[in-house]
């Protein structure tokens, strides 16, 4: 039997589901029962009725699935696929700015650990923090807004909603590569494609797309466009699903180098033991459990 085929048969037997990001590998995303972004994932796995939840990405997408379904067995093939973005603050860190500003309300990305959502009011990812930080401002437009830990996503969403921010110098090592230089020459390359970009990029890269939007966000674009040509400003691995989904259309990465290593650490062969040994189990303690469970509440309650 191949591998494919053995993951699929224990996967029946165990009663397990596989949830994928964007960024997985093509052959991932291929025997994923569901591929989306941050919040698509964290939905299907507070929903999915399956005992155990593969998850293919990054450990703080596994965290927020376990925290949304204590009870069930949440898997990441590989503990070391972390997200360098997310380890750039720790609560230690956080505490003592929430100390400095004791009236704001803190706004977390879901890049963040289960330690340092627990002392968040609100979670958010980049398909809603627009909608978040409006919520906020809706009965409090004064309010002081903590946001953490991606600079880049506070300035675009600071200049969304038009509201200063007190932001951490937090950034994504694998959208930082991706530089305007880039993007101007490929427009002058592919002068029809529209440039499709994440929050997480630069503002001197999102203030050259014609499009900023999450991964879930860029593939609902690239699908229901009537354009044949897209430049992609993101991690690469989304370009297999758009590919997929729109055979007919041409998609161009901005750069080869947005590529993100800990998304790239899950591979069949990983999935498989994972299935296998039932490792390793993502586990958080009870008292930040819930605490971080509130923020996250708090985001899915307003989308
Ligand atoms: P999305 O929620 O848009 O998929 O982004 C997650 C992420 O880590 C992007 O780098
Ligand atoms: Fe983290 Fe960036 Fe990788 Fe997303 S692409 S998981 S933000 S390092």
Known sequence: MNIVDQIKKLKKEKNAVILAHNYQLPEIQDIADFVGDSLGLSIEASRTDAAIIVFCGVH???????????????????????????DMIDAESLMALQARHPD?????YVNTSAAVKAYCDYCCTSAN????????????????????PDKYLAQYVSAQVKHDFIIWEGYCPTHAKIMPENILE????????????????????????DVVASTEG?????????????IIGT??????????????KIFYPVTEKAVCPNMKKITLE??????EDLS???????DIMEKARLSIERMLKIV
């Open 235 to 248: 991690e690469i691995g989304i370009i297999h699903r758009m590919k997929k989904e729109n055979p007919d």
């Open 280 to 286: 390793f189990e993502i586990t958080v303690e009870p």
């Open 186 to 209: 490929a427009k002058k390359l592919h002068p029809n494609a529209k440039v499709i970009v994440h929050p997480e990029c630069r503002p001197t890269v999102t203030s050259l797309a």
């Open 104 to 108: 704001a309300v803190t706004v977390c």
């Open 129 to 148: 923090a627009v909608k978040i930080v409006q919520n906020i401002l809706l009965n409090h437009k004064d309010k002081e807004i903590i946001f953490i």
């Open 60 to 86: 703080f997408m596994a965290e927020t699935a376990k925290i949304l379904s204590p009870q069930k067995i949440v898997l990441l093939p590989d503990k070391n696929a972390g997200c360098p973005m997310a």
């Open 218 to 230: 860029m593939s609902k674009y690239a699908k229901k466009s009537p354009d044949m040509e897209f």
């Open 270 to 275: 990983k999935v498989l033991w994972s299935l």
